[in-house]
């Protein structure tokens, strides 16, 4: 079974009304979309997830954790309207000699997190929000894979888009949209270090304090001495 463009259409406008209900968004599919192949005005978002694949010839399934899935995003503000373009990157059967390219199905979960990460992006690049919190939602390996990527029969790879995925950090489980832009969206305020950052900035400052206090109680010991040594001579 292909994926479901009724299902991402949906989720998409849910996850969209929960953090900017008065505003519309539209998500259509568009084979035609290519990385880093921009109209003016438009913007960029690109994710790499599991998923499994079906031949139409021979029947044979296979799953894929380097399966690109691009947007392009737009928005209007002075139609509160924005636009989104997606395209999934198909897949073919490397048993059949003359495999059709076929179109991934994806888990349920992982469709809600590849979209609450869309519009991540959309707050941060569309309506220039910041966050506390600026790491992806990670999608979920949850298949059993053979072998390493077959980029011999990966549309991506074959037209040269597909890389590498990047390393992201990753957000809490339990994170929505709505979490993030009610409680860690600040305007106009750089996002917060990470707490790493936090305890190293803090441990290497109560050093220098301590070694400051050091060397205060060693020229007040060593000015007292001094006067001592004068008192008795």
């Not at 994926?3 to 953090?19: A, I, N, Y």
């Not at 199905?105 to 519009?119: A, D, G, M, P, W």
Request: aromatic share 10%; charged share 20%; with cysteine.
């Amino acid at each position: 079974m292909a994926w479901d463009t009724r299902v991402w259409k949906q989720m998409f406008q849910e996850l969209m009304r929960e953090v900017k209900p008065w505003h519309r968004w539209a998500l259509t599919p568009d084979r035609g979309l290519r990385p880093d192949v921009l109209k003016p005005g438009w913007m960029q978002y690109q994710q790499w997830t599991s998923a499994r694949f079906q031949c139409s010839s021979c029947s044979r399934n296979w799953n894929s954790s380097q399966v690109l899935v691009l947007f392009h995003m737009h928005w209007s503000e002075e139609k509160s309207r924005g636009q989104v373009k997606m395209r999934v990157f198909t897949q073919g059967c490397k048993k059949c000699p003359q495999p059709l390219f076929e179109a991934p199905e994806f888990t349920q979960e992982n469709t809600s997190r590849v979209l609450k990460n869309l519009v991540f992006q959309i707050l941060k690049k569309c309506y220039r929000e910041r966050f506390q919190l600026t790491e992806e939602v990670p999608v979920i390996k949850d298949i059993s894979l053979e072998g390493s990527h077959d980029s011999d029969h990966c549309e991506a790879c074959l037209q040269g888009f597909c890389a590498q995925p990047l390393q992201v950090m990753n957000l809490p489980q339990s994170w929505t949209p709505r979490v993030c832009s009610i409680y860690n969206v600040e305007e106009g305020v750089e996002p917060w270090p990470s707490r790493e950052n936090d305890c190293s900035n803090v441990c290497q400052n109560h050093t220098c304090r301590n070694l400051s206090i050091s060397c205060l109680s060693c020229v007040i010991l060593i000015v007292i001495v001094i006067i001592v040594v004068k008192t008795t001579i």
